[in-house]
């Protein structure tokens, strides 16, 4: 028969997604569903003939997602992670297992469900028999596999570090967000970062901590940043067991971005909130955004590769060890084989990987699942199956 698929979204990473997905002989239909027609239509003809359906849906519209859920096997969502919650309820309510790619929150800053509140949705989810896995994309999601792959590996665990590097330029772009650019600047100026330090869950302030980091060839030497990420926190949650005492997340950033960033919080501006200027009143988030490229604006003009990876300190056998599972997607290589941008691709490549080892039986616990929380091995033999292998490398020790 095949699993019946309703994505949600077919943005930049939903049409890297329901390309992996539709081929596969364990996918009988993938129903692709969105706001914009003409993204619908252009989505859908590079789909298998047969195997797909359109349907121009508000995800928001609760009656008209519940019918739309009828007789589905998984609801894949790659809308903004702001509606998980209430699609995840939803879910709940059809019968239907799900999936989705990021956490919004933190609640207390931008007042919607962090990850834990996604989590905590597992007894529901249990009772209803079905599977939902949550935070399945590259980072946060194959970064996570890779932690808990290299946590298997160790005796004794003390740091975990994602580390995510992109050295791509961009024709005739200054500033140029590779991916949504308001979650570009809420993720590096906004959201107090979680960090564990010394067994401790804490917020610190963005980019207020930074080093170099050498990414494997040919991303190279590019100095990282701490900023929230949702790996801060599922990591501890998940993989304290071996004595960790510290986990983090940091992203290479452009010096020009990162002082246009520090200066915007100098002049007060690093918040979402309203402020009054002129008789007008605007959120300068907004401002900032309006003068960035979209993500979709970049196609085939990002040269260069991304690196995201997961690093983790210490023993095995009683010698210490630094071990780092990566991988790297080049953005030239992604446009010529799918005329996408690399992060799209590296997004959507591991979330499809994620709805098939659903389509296949692979995983079928009932429940709400981090990316932590799978066995490994099968998640990354369909990412290298699927155009993202990745690497391990032992780095030397400070
Ligand atoms: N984990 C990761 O590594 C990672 C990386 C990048 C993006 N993401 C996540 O992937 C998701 C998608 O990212 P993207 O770059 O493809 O975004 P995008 O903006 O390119 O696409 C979003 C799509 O959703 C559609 N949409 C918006 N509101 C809708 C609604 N109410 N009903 C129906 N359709 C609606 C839009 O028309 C668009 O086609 C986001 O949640 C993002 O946070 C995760």
């Known amino acids: ?45 590079k789909l298998p003939a047969g195997k797909v359906e359109t349907l121009q849906l508000d995800a928001t519209d609760k009656e008209a997602l519940v019918h739309a859920l009828a007789g ?39 007042g919607t ?4 509140e996604e989590i905590a949705m597992d007894a529901e989810f249990k009772k209803k028999g079905l599977t939902a896995l949550v935070f399945f994309g590259i980072d946060p999601g194959a970064s996570d596999v890779f932690a808990r792959a290299l946590y298997d590996q160790f005796d004794t665990v003390e740091r975990l570090t994602v580390l995510d590097g992109d050295n791509s330029s961009v024709e005739g772009v200054d500033f140029a967000p590779s991916f949504s650019p308001t979650t570009m600047v809420e993720e590096c100026l906004i959201l107090p970062p ?19 980091f050498d990414f494997p060839a040919p991303v190279g030497k590019l100095k990282v940043w701490n900023v929230d990420h949702e790996e801060a926190q599922l990591m501890p949650m998940f ?11 940091f ?42 490229p979209k993500s979709v604006d970049l196609i085939g003009r990002m040269h260069g590769a991304v690196c995201v990876g997961a690093l983790c300190d210490g023993t095995i056998a009683g010698k210490r060890v630094r071990r780092y599972m990566y991988q790297i997607t080049s953005h030239d290589e992604a446009f010529r084989t799918m005329g996408v941008q690399g992060t799209g691709y590296q997004t959507g490549i591991p979330a499809a990987c994620g709805a098939l080892l659903l389509a296949k039986g692979i995983v079928k616990t009932p429940g709400v699942f981090a990316p932590e929380q799978i066995e490994p091995a099968p998640f990354l ?9 990745w690497g391990v490398v032992d780095l030397p020790l400070d």
Request: proline share 4%.
């Open 1 to 45: 028969m095949g699993m019946r698929v309703l994505q949600l979204g077919v943005g930049s990473v939903g049409e890297v997604s329901s390309r992996t997905m539709a081929p596969d002989p364990d996918v009988s239909c993938v129903v692709l569903a969105d706001l914009d027609e003409h993204r619908l239509a252009e989505v859908a003809a």
């Open 381 to 389: 033999d369909l990412m290298t199956e699927h155009g993202t292998p």
């Open 239 to 249: 993989l304290a067991d071996k004595g960790l005492r510290d986990a983090d997340f």
């Open 113 to 116: 469900a962090d990850v834990d």
């Open 72 to 110: 589905v096997d998984l609801c894949f969502n790659a809308l903004i992670p702001e509606y998980n919650p209430d699609i995840m309820t939803a879910c709940l309510e059809t019968g239907t297992n799900y999936l989705d790619m990021a956490a919004a929150g933190p609640r207390d800053v931008v």
């Open 194 to 212: 979680h960090a564990f330090e010394n067994g401790k869950m804490i917020r610190r302030q963005s980019l207020s901590t930074t080093r170099e």
């Open 251 to 292: 992203i290479a950033l452009d010096d020009q971005w990162v002082n246009l960033l520090l200066t915007w919080r100098k002049l007060g501006f690093d918040h979402n909130k309203e402020i009054e200027f002129g008789g007008a009143s605007f959120r300068p988030l907004d401002l900032l955004v309006s003068r960035l």
